[in-house]
Nanobody, 130 residues
Framework: QVQLVESGGGLVRPGESLRLSCATSGFTFDYYAIAWFRQAPGKEREGVSCINGNGHTTTYEDSMKGRVTISKDNAEKTVYLQMNNLNPEDTGVYYC???????????????????????WGQGTQVAVSS
C-alpha cells in the first residue's frame, strides 16, 4: 500500500525558510516520480517541483522557481523540499504525490498537473505571516 506522509510545515515570517519532508512506503522508490504540489485557500492545487526515480531529473514550476530545491534520500525513502525566502503568497497546504512510470523523468517534465498523479499524502500546512 502506497503511503506518503508530509511533515515540516508551520508558521514562519516573510523571508524565512522551511524544509518539508515526504516520507514514503509501500512502493519501489527508485521507479516513482515524486512531486510537491500546493493549494492556497480558494485556489486550485498547483505543481511546485518534481524529482524522478534516480534523482537525476528535477523540475521546478514557475510558482516557486528559484526559491525551492527538491532532493531525495533513497536510503530513507524520503523526498525533501527546501523552501527559501517565503512570502505570504506561499501560504497553503503542501502535498506530495507519487506516480510510478518507466520514464519517471518524463512524468516530471510533462505531467505536473494533478490529474496525472496516482497517490497523495494528507498535506502539511504552511503559513507565512508577519
Amino acid at each position: 500500500q502506497v503511503q506518503l506522509v508530509e511533515s515540516g510545515g508551520g508558521l514562519v515570517r516573510p523571508g524565512e525558510s522551511l524544509r518539508l519532508s515526504c516520507a514514503t512506503s509501500g512502493f519501489t522508490f527508485d521507479y516513482y516520480a515524486i512531486a510537491w504540489f500546493r493549494q492556497a485557500p480558494g485556489k486550485e492545487r498547483e505543481g511546485v517541483s518534481c524529482i524522478n526515480g534516480n534523482g537525476h531529473t528535477t523540475t521546478y514550476e514557475d510558482s516557486m522557481k528559484g526559491r525551492v530545491t527538491i532532493s531525495k534520500d533513497n536510503a530513507e525513502k524520503t523526498v525533501y523540499l527546501q523552501m527559501n525566502n517565503l512570502n505570504p503568497e506561499d501560504t497553503g497546504v503542501y502535498y506530495c504525490a507519487a506516480k510510478g512510470a518507466l520514464d519517471s523523468g518524463y512524468v516530471c517534465r510533462s505531467q505536473m498537473s494533478t490529474e496525472y498523479w496516482d497517490h497523495w499524502g494528507q498535506g502539511t500546512q504552511v503559513a507565512v505571516s508577519s
